[in-house]
T-cell receptor, first 114, second 111 residues
């Protein structure tokens, strides 16, 4: 069964450093999402792409976070500089479109900022 | 603003028991509702998706219901097993495509 691929699985960094996460959605999925999940809470949407275009980035802290999906396939989420409060699980998900389809999640990247 | 609440936050039951997890949402204008399972330190696995026009969905020992008018959904797990131990999250999808999650219910099934 096709899966959403994410890397790295774990990332430890010091505050003020730059970090980047990569996501490869299921082939043919036009919609890609980046979520952040703090321990004990549900995931919160950071950014949503439809093909290569950003549909929703209202919750993305744009002073330090950036996301791109240049060719409408894989995507990169970057944080620069990282802060202690950024420690969380970063989850990527994809779906066929923006309609009523299921979301499929990757295994996530667990970020620890020291 | 759509808010999704899950009660209880944690639940512990003996193996073999039938159980119900609850999810409530404040805005009934949703496209669908999805139940996920999350194992510790892992991503989310979709269990059931209920479209706004549907009342329930079933998969094996799982049954999810949706009552839009009251803003509620339940996930029923029959004959629980230790392997069902995980966090269960519900999420509602708005007409913008945005998925709003509850905080989850952590289930422990004791052998």
């Amino acid at each position: 069964e096709a899966e959403v691929a994410q890397s790295p699985r774990y990332k430890i960094t010091e505050k003020s450093q730059a970090v980047a996460f990569w996501c490869d959605p299921i082939s043919g999925h036009a919609t890609l999402y980046w979520y952040r999940q703090i321990l004990g809470q549900g995931p919160e949407l950071l950014v949503q792409f439809q093909d290569e275009s950003v549909v929703d980035d209202s919750q993305l802290p744009k002073d330090r976070f950036s996301a791109e999906r240049l060719k409408g396939v894989d995507s990169t989420l970057k944080i620069q500089p990282a802060e202690l409060g950024d420690s969380a699980m970063y989850l990527c998900a994809s779906s066929l479109g923006q309609g009523s389809e299921k979301l499929f999640f990757g295994s996530g990247t667990q970020l620890s900022v020291l | 603003k759509q808010e999704v609440t899950q009660i209880p936050a944690a639940l512990s039951v003996p193996e073999g028991e039938n159980l119900v997890l609850n999810c409530s949402f404040t805005d009934s204008a949703i496209y669908n509702l999805q139940w996920f399972r999350q194992d510790p330190g892992k991503g989310l696995t979709s269990l059931l998706l209920i479209q706004s026009s549907q009342r329930e969905q079933t998969s094996g020992r799982l049954n999810a219901s949706l009552d839009k008018s009251s803003g509620r959904s339940t996930l029923y797990i029959a004959a629980s097993q230790p392997g069902d131990s995980a966090t269960y999250l519900c999420a509602v999808r708005r007409n913008t495509g945005k998925l709003i999650f509850g905080q989850g219910t952590t289930l422990q099934v004791k052998p």
